[in-house]
């Protein structure tokens, strides 16, 4: 194997291989890059594809999205809901609901995605809803507590996809001292690891996305 080969060129490659984005997508991710701090935060062609890829897989009926950004998640995920499904997400910045209320707008689930601004921590435990598929990509510090809360929320094999879990491959390390970030996603990684009660897989995509199925 030629180990010369760039992680970028190899990840332009899977691009090019896998599904196109649609073009709303590819609009709102031009925006993003044009308006938004830290743009690199939106999910992106690849990772994007993957999250349509297990919604369509699953065909959820409702979807709980914490950290939704610009919305371009949040569109994914909605792929593979049921006509009559749901989809709650909640971002604690409203200067990008605008942003992301257009293009829901624009999109063909204008009617099923419902934005929620606030502390996620104080909206999960008032949605009643039995959710079938979770994605999480917020404040890592809280990503216990997000799944501590939801957990009684997901039918039996929903599925919990969690974000950049490997954090620029820093869970591998020493942690630096006052990086509470990095301890806290290795307390959580460590979490679901020994969770009798889910199975895990972690792909090392992009940050990391680790993928748990409620048994």
Known sequence: MNTSISLKVLEDYAEEISQQEPEILKELNRETYQKVLKPRMISGHLQGRLLSLISKLLQPKNILEIGTF?????????????????LHTIDKNEELYNLQKKYFKKSAYADQIIQHIGDAKEIIPTLDKEFDLVFIDADKQNYSLYFDLVFPKMKKGGIFISDNVLWYGKVTQPTKKGDKATDQLKAFNQKLRDDKRIENLLLPIRDGILISRKL
């Not at 610009?70 to 749901?86: D, H, I």
């Open 70 to 86: 610009t919305g371009y998640s949040a569109l994914c995920l909605a792929e593979g809901m049921q006509k009559e499904g749901e």
